[in-house]
Every structure is written in C-alpha cells, then in structure tokens.
C-alpha cells in the first residue's frame, strides 16, 4: 500500500507523533488536516534529504535494513531481527534499544501497524522506500565520489562459476578423487582440476582458523570451495569410502543446457551459505550495486562507508569480511567487475546482473544453511 491509503487507517496518536516529528502545522483535531499534511511533508524530497541527514550512523543502518528488504509487511520479529543486527550490547539492553529503533521508525513515518487480523504485523509504505534509499545515495555521493572513467582493464566473470560447475562434474565423471584424512582432496588433483577451470587460484595448506563459511573452507580456496559446497548441496557430488565421486544426479545434471535460474540458485546458495556468518549480507549485496552503478567506486570508498556496519567473525576482521567474503564473492558471482586505477587502487562497478535480478530478489527472506 502507498503512504496515503496507510495513513487512512492510521491510529490518530500515530499520526500526532509523525507530526510532531516533522512539526507539521495543522488542525491537530482533523484527522483529514492531518493526514493532507502529512502525505505534503513526508514524501518531499527536502524533508527526506533533511531527515536522512539527521540520522546517525546507527539509525542510518536501521533505515537500509528497512528499505532495502522488498517486504511491504513485517512481523514485529522482523524489525527487532533488524535492530539487534545494528546493536551491539547485552540481550536485555538490546530489546529495550531495538524497540526504540522501531518506535523512532513509527515516528518518522517509515512502519504502521498493518491493517489485519494478525497482531504484531507492520507495513512499510511502498512510495516511501525508494526516496529515502535516493536520498542516501545522494548524501553519499557528496562525501564519495563516484568516478565516472573507469580503469583500462577489468575483469568480469559474468556466469563463469557455472561453466566451472560443470567443469568439476566433468572432471569426476572421468573418475572419483581420493581424499585425504582431512576430508579434501589431494593437492595434485586440485591443481589439475583448477587448470581447466576459467578462474584460477591456488590450493591451500589446511587452515584450521577457515570456518564458517561452507563445508571444506578451511581446505579449498574461496572461489572453488563455494563451487564444491553447490555440488554438494544439490547432491551432485558424494563423498564416501574415501574418495569423492559425481552422482546419478550429477551426471544428469551435466546434460543439461545452461539456464537463468542456475545462476540465480547460485547466488542464493552463497547468500545462504555466508548470512549465518554476515548477518548484514543482504542489505551489503544490494547496497553495493546501489552505491557503484552509473561509475566506479574504489574499495577505499566502500570500505569507509560499510565498515562500521560490519561486524567481526571470529578471525574475519570487518574488513577481511568487506573485502573478501562480499566483493571478491559478487566479482566471482558476476555481481561486480573489479579492475585499479593507475594508483593500483581496486575499483568496482555494478553489473547488468545486480542491476536486474539482484534488483529483484530478496535476501532478507533466505533462510541459511549450516552444511558442518
């Protein structure tokens, strides 16, 4: 529903406290003075680039939390969900700090209570969402530039992992792999394998501090690893009696042509795989594309802006996360090219890829999986 079909249904007191908020000027005993008021102030653009403005950088986070997630209606579970991703402090405290959060939501006009039968349900006003998201990109732009050339020479990986997929399948077909005591396959055969595949990177040595973020993490460079764990999700690959080997599945699998929804079941598994770690995921994996379409934006750039609301993971500082789990993951995914400046700095732009379906999709609503 748009602000103006809400603000019908509205409690009266609500509508007090948005008008206070914004210190409209009106009858406050005429509910239609109120609400003509109202919907004049909150949707101009002056008044939302002020209120963006006045946020802090904890209320901002709040707000992107919001806006970005494409629900129109969300449980008081939800929002609270929301709120303790931006707090930082005990249990206790942090209820009682979430539901501040949603009360200044209230005020600002940004969540009602949803007309139905189910308490405890709010909606967002769908005319709302996309001004306040400009807004910040606007403000955003005045502190970041957004450069406009971009460098010589970038790389692109567009659906390439999934052309790796079926390069790996093909790879066991010929034969299964033997596994060493840790679980993993051999280092010979990963260098022949990652010789065929259109990304390379190199094998690791067993990295016990490598967790969280797929089944062999701690065995397979970052690239391959997520390859690995699709297999293995969808049941293509096996791991048993020592050796890893495709399926019946698998095999059926390879004599089908690429589609769309291959990819797009790719990126939701990574999303899926890496939210338990990156709470924040969602919202990073829309704001980035935001921030770097119509130019470049360096790493500097987004490191500065998204930090803050990035928290460590056991040996992952924010900016390994930031850096390495998010951007070089999109990279991989066809979600950003990556290429540097003549000052070797790393620049990235968004791809047709996240400006469509990215565009489309909600990660907010994934739920994650745990495959160890």
């Avoid at 970052?222 to 096996?238: A, E, P, Q, T, V």
């Avoid at 050796?243 to 079941?265: F, K, M």
């Avoid at 709470?279 to 802006?305: C, E, H, K, R």
Wanted: with cysteine.
């Amino acid at each position: 529903m748009n602000l103006a079909e809400i603000l019908v249904y509205t409690d009266i007191r609500q509508l007090h406290q948005i008008a206070n908020h914004y210190g409209c000027e009106c009858n406050p005993h005429s509910k239609n003075e109120l609400i003509t008021s109202l919907l004049s102030s909150l949707r101009h653009r002056l008044t939302i680039s002020q209120e963006v403005e006045q946020l802090s950088k904890e209320e901002t986070h709040f707000m992107l939390l919001l806006f970005l997630d494409k629900r129109t209606v969300m449980s008081l579970e939800d929002l609270m969900a929301k709120a303790g991703i931006v707090l930082e402090s005990s249990k206790e405290k942090k209820q009682e700090e979430a539901r501040r959060y949603i009360a200044a939501a209230m005020r600002r006009g940004w969540i009602f209570p949803a007309k139905s039968k189910t308490v405890g349900q709010y909606q967002i006003p769908l005319d709302i969402r996309e001004p306040y998201l400009h807004g910040w990109l606007e403000k955003w732009r005045t502190q970041q530039a957004l450069i406009l050339s971009g460098p010589e020479a970038y790389r692109d990986e567009g659906t390439a992992l999934c052309d790796d997929i079926m390069q790996f399948l093909q790879f066991l077909q010929r034969e299964p792999v033997p596994l060493t005591a840790e679980g993993g396959m051999y280092k010979r055969h990963q260098q022949q394998l990652f010789q065929f595949l259109h990304v390379k990177e190199e094998t690791l040595q067993p990295q016990k501090w490598r967790f969280g973020y797929g089944l062999h993490f701690d065995l397979y460079p970052d690239r391959f690893s997520l390859l690995y764990d699709f297999c293995y999700f969808h049941k293509w690959i096996d791991e048993s009696g020592g050796r890893v080997a495709i399926t019946e599945a698998g095999n059926e699998r390879l004599q089908l042509s690429y589609e769309d929804q291959h990819y797009h079941d790719l990126i939701r598994f990574w999303m899926r795989l890496y939210k338990r770690a990156i709470p924040n995921l969602p919202m990073l994996v829309q704001l980035i594309p935001l921030i770097a379409s119509g130019g470049w934006v360096t790493q500097q750039g987004l490191m500065d802006t998204l930090l803050p609301w990035i928290k460590e993971f056991y040996y992952d500082s924010p900016v390994d996360i930031l850096v390495n789990r998010v951007c070089k993951m999109m990279v991989h995914l066809g979600l950003l090219r990556v290429g540097q400046d003549e000052n070797e700095q790393w620049m990235y732009t968004a791809t047709y890829a996240s400006q469509t379906w990215l565009r489309k999709y909600n990660g907010f609503t994934e739920t994650t999986i745990l495959l160890k």
